[in-house]
Nanobody, 124 residues
Framework: QVQLVESGGGLVQAGGSLRLSCAAS????????MAWFRQAPGKEREFVAT????????YYADSVKDRFTISKDNAKNTVYLQMDSLKPEDTAVYYC?????????????????WGQGTQVTVSS
């Protein structure tokens, strides 16, 4: 089994930056890709970004493209989400997720392993 633990959330003013981390432990080699999702109060969980462990290919939601950057450190089994130019609408609980299958997927059902989430609050 793989365990995912997110960290790095917090309160930031609009226009500011935060970096989230997702540390994986256990059978980390079994995931083909990792992703970040987020869920705001009263809304469904939505895709943010994904990255493959091997080639490091990335894909982003339109709402965060050019503001957020997903990256990985294979040696540390850690995935990061650098969030710049934050907006109040980015406020949500951010979740890290791991996928076993091939391909880059943007739906929650494509991911089998989830972290506990970390709160990001952006004030205006």
């Amino acid at each position: 089994q793989v365990q995912l633990v997110e960290s790095g959330g917090g309160l930031v003013q609009a226009g500011g930056s935060l970096r989230l981390s997702c540390a994986a432990s256990g059978r980390t080699f079994s995931h083909s890709s990792m992703a970040w999702f987020r869920q705001a109060p009263g809304k469904e969980r939505e895709f943010v970004a994904t990255i493959t462990w091997g080639a490091g290919s990335t894909y982003y939601a339109d709402s965060v493209k050019d503001r957020f950057t997903i990256s990985k450190d294979n040696a540390k089994n850690t995935v990061y989400l650098q969030m710049d130019s934050l907006k109040p609408e980015d406020t949500a609980v951010y979740y890290c997720a791991g996928r076993y299958g091939i391909g880059m997927v943007t739906i929650t059902s494509g991911y089998a392993t989830w972290g506990q989430g970390t709160q990001v609050t952006v004030s205006s």
